[in-house]
């Protein structure tokens, strides 16, 4: 039985059971204005006769406006039944490991999901005040310069904000492998991606072994635009059944600005008045209701979060569009990709001055803390000393040396798109640097060697533990490291520990 | 002068009434729709005829007859102010009203018609307390495979009256099986 032969038998039972009827009297595809169906609530599901599939978004006294969720043409004076229900999606355990549309069926076609517990409304309430915990756990990503700069926390909702194709999928996803290692549940939510871009996501999970902690919401460009709004709010829910199981999730939203143009179409069409940049005046709330959904909780004595990176585009570096700053005020920071930094040769191209995270350095350890303010702090000077060569000043010793010390920093945070690193490594890899025990040239090699080494050999990842765990703060560190430099650059350029 | 513009009014709203009620189901409705609006567009004196044939052809509805009798212009050729308030209103009547569909397997007669509009006038105004004026008009959908008996649909809401429908509620309500078998 094909799902549309399914959603006629769902006309005709709802019809029976509702004793209520709609017709199509007009199409503004996907729109459609039913006349009739007098019990009709917003958000709820309707069933078209032919087979077709929608949702309520607007009631007024003649019509009932319906967004419908299909490709496919619905005929005018077509009957319509209401199913007195939202959109209720599948979830379980089952969808770890799966790549699926907005409404919860698989994306690769005739492939049935096993392991639903249950249907959710994917309109949810946000969890109120007295569930929510302070945000207190760091949340890695495995990118040197966000955890050593702009940290991170479980539950934190961070935007990730730059041009086009300058990394920030690529940085999502590389948070994706390290917390997915982790053990956290990764959700990325593809909105009005390519199908190949998806399916290239679907095989680099499958490359890491990840798959069986990930899971992919995905709607493409082609598919109905009902589907493209829905997908960020089908992945929120999914979210929020594991937040209640006790599990962390981290949950990628792969972009949120495209997802604000796909409504602006829908509310243009549905004749809303447009505002701004001719969006809806509704925009800021379907983007703040949905991330209120994210955060860290108290579930029954049980903390969980869900930890929101949603991404936005920007056109020319500008971030003071609309939505951007929409999201910049909703989310808890954001990490900036600047295309000036990207073109200078630095991946990930984040620039550090113009991120921000408000609730992540409240995670963190006091060594973290410490690199953290060290680096801050050299960051800037750098900055300065780079702003002043670049009249001709004389380069006097110390100038070079910071220049020197720079050009190591931006060593230790270039990485490639599948690399990461876990911070106990970050943290020593900068200590040494730290101590100009590293030369420049070899700082690249020294970081993927510490990695393999610390991921495969037991004793060195107990050395490094221990060192890290042993030291009450960033100084202490340091004379520890120094204590022991000599053994930890001979382990990884091939001795023993 | 006030009772002769009363006495107007009045004809005006009899005429308007009359010709409606002739109207009855959806095809004459959007017949009238069509013939007064190809009235409306035209100005002077008029060949009513050849309007009628460019409309209708050969064969003319049978609500014509009343149109003729209250539009008086429709006799000399030249629709006055009047005649024109009278089409403009009816037409306003058929936007508004309520429309019942109805799907069944046979074309109905004259009879079961007005007896569903009568039976439904009641019934609209008995649920909103006898103060609505209810305008009604049947869309009757004839399906040759349609089970015998009939489906309503007013105002949303689904009147099955599906003979099958009919004998299975009957033997459930009476309890059939247990009493007699």
């Given amino acids: 039985m094909s799902l549309i032969d399914i959603y006629k038998q769902y006309f005709i039972d709802f019809v029976a059971k509702n004793k209520e009827v709609g017709f199509v009297e007009e199409i503004n595809h996907p729109m459609v204005y039913v006349k009739g169906l007098p019990g009709a609530s917003y958000s709820e599901i309707v069933y078209f006769e032919s087979g077709c599939v929608g949702m309520v978004t607007g009631l007024n006294g003649r019509y009932v406006e319906v967004l419908s969720f299909t490709n496919e043409p619905v005929r005018s004076g077509e009957k319509v039944s209401r199913s007195g229900d939202s959109l209720r999606i599948p979830v379980g355990e089952g969808l770890l490991g799966q790549v699926i549309t907005p409404l919860g069926t698989s994306m690769y076609q005739n492939k049935v999901i096993t392991g639903i517990e249950e249907y959710r409304g994917i309109e949810s309430k946000p969890l109120s005040i007295n569930h929510r915990e302070r945000i207190n756990i760091p949340l890695e990503t495995g990118v040197s310069i966000v955890d050593m700069l702009i940290p991170l926390g479980k539950g934190q909702r961070e935007l990730v904000i730059g041009d086009g194709n300058i990394g920030k999928t690529t940085f999502v996803l590389q948070t994706i492998l390290r917390q997915a290692q982790l053990g956290t549940v990764c959700i990325y939510t593809g909105i009005a991606k390519k199908k190949h871009s998806i399916k290239k996501i679907e095989q680099l999970f499958d490359r890491h072994g990840i798959r069986e902690n990930t899971i992919i919401v995905g709607s493409a460009s082609s598919d109905p635009i009902a589907d493209i709004y829905l997908t960020p709010y089908t992945a929120m829910t999914i979210a929020e059944y594991f937040r209640d199981k006790g599990r962390d999730v981290l949950l990628i939203l792969d972009d949120l600005s495209a997802h604000a143009k796909y409504y602006r179409e829908i509310s243009l069409i549905s004749k809303k008045f447009p505002g701004r940049d001719s969006y809806p005046g509704d925009i800021f709330y379907i983007h703040a209701r949905l991330l209120e959904r994210a955060g860290n909780f108290n579930i029954n004595g049980e903390v969980s979060s869900i930890t929101c990176l949603p991404v936005a585009s920007s056109i020319e570096g500008d971030i003071t569009g609309y939505i951007q700053t929409n999201l910049m005020s909703i989310t808890d920071g954001h990490i900036f990709f600047d295309s000036a930094d990207f073109k200078a040769g630095k991946r990930p191209a984040i620039n550090y001055f113009l991120s921000v995270t408000r609730v992540g350095r409240q995670t963190q350890t006091p060594i973290r803390w410490g690199v953290n303010r060290e680096l801050s702090a050299f960051l800037a000077l750098h900055n300065k000393t780079e702003r002043f060569i670049h009249f001709g000043a004389e380069v006097n010793e110390g100038i070079k040396s910071t220049l020197d010390m720079g050009r190591k920093v931006d060593q230790l945070f270039n990485q490639g798109s599948e690399d990461i690193y876990c911070v106990d490594i970050q943290i020593v890899l900068f200590t040494l640097l730290w101590l100009g025990v590293l030369p420049e040239e070899k700082i690249q090699d020294y970081k993927v060697k510490m990695q393999k080494s610390y991921d495969k050999d037991e004793v060195f990842r107990k050395k490094v533990t221990d060192l890290i765990n042993s030291s009450s703060d960033f100084n202490v560190l340091l004379g520890k490291v120094s204590a022991v430099h000599r053994d930890l650059i001979s382990f990884i350029e091939g001795g023993s520990a | ?181």
């Fill in chain 2, 1 to 181: 002068m006030a009772e002769l513009r009363k006495t107007k009014q009045k004809i005006k709203e009899d005429a308007e009434q009359i010709v409606f009620n002739s109207l009855k189901t959806k095809r004459n409705a959007n017949q009238f729709i069509l013939l007064s609006g190809a009235l409306l567009r035209r100005s002077g004196e008029m060949d009513i005829a050849k309007v009628l044939t460019d409309v209708f052809g050969e064969i003319r509805p049978s609500w014509m007859e009343d149109l003729i009798k209250n539009v008086p212009g429709l006799q000399t050729g030249i629709l006055s102010d009047s005649d024109i308030n009278i089409l403009k209103a009816i037409r306003h009547r058929i936007n508004d009203a309520i429309e019942v569909k109805v799907d069944m397997s046979f074309e109905p007669s004259e009879y079961f018609i007005d007896s569903v509009i009568n039976i439904m006038k009641d019934v609209l105004k008995g649920a909103n307390k006898g103060s609505y004026n209810v305008d009604l008009i049947v869309d009757v959908n004839v399906k040759e495979d349609f089970e015998p008996g009939a489906i309503f649909y007013v105002n949303g809401h689904v009147i099955d009256l599906r003979v099958r429908n009919k004998v299975i509620n009957y033997l459930y309500s009476q309890d059939v099986v247990n009493r007699y078998l």
